[in-house]
């Protein structure tokens, strides 16, 4: 499993309360039960403090799975 | 109340309240929840459970972050969306609790701030710690 993906399923899973969440680049919240709307919020909130990173709602709303985020996030984190 | 608007608020704002906890509190909170477990309302059962007298009610307690959070921080404008929660020590009656909360994180994008909140008692003693999640919605 890529680093990041590895990194992000433990959040995943405590968000949203399933420890046999298997996380892959294509998930998202039409495919993964319980990701509602404040699970997203949640989630988001969980990325932003533990990667040090902040997105903005305009970033948020074009992202389609797991996978647009990882590469956000990895562009995110190049920027530092 | 407070009328914090979601640009005035920064990480590290802080406020925090007292109560007294009351015989009639714990009355009220009794007949709101129906919950007649004798630890809340039989002091010998108290007691004998350990406790130098009825416990306050947990949930009353707590129910104080919803008045930190509504009418403190942020207040008027406060849409409470998550709390977690842990109960550390007992209250007793008659104690005098002090509510405390700070904001921790900020969510620029969805609005939503964390507040890192805590309830003592007048001896200092830790009742219970929060984080309590909360979105901040326009007027």
New interface residues.
Partial sequence: MPKMLSQLEPIFRDILDNSRLNLTRESNASNVAGWDS?AH??L??AI??QFEI????G??QELRNVGEMIDLMERKLAMR | MNSYHWDELSEGLSHEFEVQLTQSMQQDFLELSGDQNPLHTDGKFAKHAGFRDVVAYGMLTSALYSTLVGIYLPGRYCLL??IDLDFVNPAFLEDRLRVAGSIS?L????R?A?VKASIHNGAGQLISRAKI?VGVHEH
């Fill in positions: 404040l919020i949640n988001i909130s932003e403090q902040s997105f903005t709602l970033e948020l | 969306q998550g994180y969510n620029q994008a969805y939503r964390e999640r």
